[in-house]
């Protein structure tokens, strides 16, 4: 059984918090091609928002730091949040722009499409960063996707790092990133498409997973997670790799599965578990995520996984 500690150790996440608008249909439009779909769902997302809801259900305690607008959207995630019991006191309100949206297509497979429309998350900046820095700085990790500013990324993950924090980044959606963050990185957590588009090495096996973990070791990441869908987890570092199987199940809807991988990850790093069984758990997470539809609310509880 995987234990909870009697003392909760806090994760910070920064991140994007936005509304999903899903269609389900029976496949993904081409370019050009109307399809007509069936259910439509709206949903709690954002891959910030994803990550803090799937570790505070797990177990962590979660401060989270994000942009609304001051709009409907932005005033139904706050009460979310404050419903999972994650700390809201960091979450800023813009209000000369919208919250952000997500428009999703999800076809009978469970394989989804998505567009991200920012909004309030494009302006995310340092200066919001520096007000939490006092909690940030007392975080045994801190949590990073890239649906926020680069450069607000990289201000908090060299804040974080100098003091010791253990920063993890999920580099989702995958851009170029400046090489000076990979130094201050603990943990990197690309799935197989982000892995390409950052080393340019295909992962399509093992062979090509150790290679494109070493490059990201030799840019000053200490471990690497690469996310392989049904096959399951890659570890790497100078002292492991391997392939950590996935838990076999009928997908429904894999569209937060990664950002329930990665708060489940941390929050068992947090608990002072190894790598090995914080990818295990993550895995585990994951596997009931992709057998529920939406983002947020496929989250499972801790109770689900022991």
């Known amino acids: 059984m995987f234990f909870s500690m009697k003392k909760k150790v806090m994760i910070t996440v920064i991140g994007s918090s936005n509304t999903d608008m899903v269609v389900k249909t ?29 570790a505070a259900r797990l177990g962590g305690e979660v401060t989270f730091i994000t942009k609304t607008g001051n709009d409907i959207f932005g ?4 009460q979310i949040f404050k419903k999972e019991k994650l700390n809201t006191r960091y979450i800023a309100v813009d209000k ?23 909004g309030a998350n494009a302006f995310l900046l340092p200066e919001d960063v520096e007000k939490a820095k006092k909690v940030i700085l007392s975080s045994a990790i801190l949590l990073l996707q890239l649906e926020i500013p680069v450069e607000t990324v990289l201000y908090a993950a060299q804040m974080a790092s100098k003091a010791g924090v253990k920063v993890i980044l999920n580099p989702a959606p995958a851009q170029p990133l400046p090489e000076t963050l990979y130094s201050s990185l603990y943990l990197i957590s690309p799935n197989e498409t982000e892995t390409e588009i950052l080393t340019g090495i295909r992962v399509d096996n093992i062979t090509a997973a150790q290679e494109a973990g070493r490059i990201f070791l030799q840019r000053g990441v200490q471990h690497v997670i690469i996310t ?22 009928q997908p429904v809807d894999t569209t937060a599965a990664g950002d329930v991988f990665n708060g489940a990850l941390c929050v068992a790093l947090a608990e002072g578990k190894s790598l090995a069984e914080a990818v295990n758990f993550g895995n585990k997470a994951a596997a009931i995520s ?4 939406g983002a947020q609310a496929s989250a499972p509880y801790r109770k689900e996984i022991e």
């Open 26 to 54: 029976a496949k993904r439009p081409a370019p050009g091609e109307t399809v007509l779909g069936k259910e439509f769902l709206m949903n709690p997302g954002g891959k910030g928002a994803n990550q803090a809801v799937a």
């Open 96 to 118: 000369n722009r919208p919250s952000g949206v997500a428009l999703i297509t999800v076809d009978d497979a469970g394989e989804n499409s998505i567009v991200v429309a920012p």
């Open 228 to 249: 392989m869908g049904s096959r399951g987890a890659f570890l790497f570092n100078r002292d492991e790799s391997k392939l950590i199987p996935a838990r076999k199940v």
């Open 75 to 78: 005033r139904q995630a706050l």
């Open 290 to 293: 992709v057998t529920r539809m």
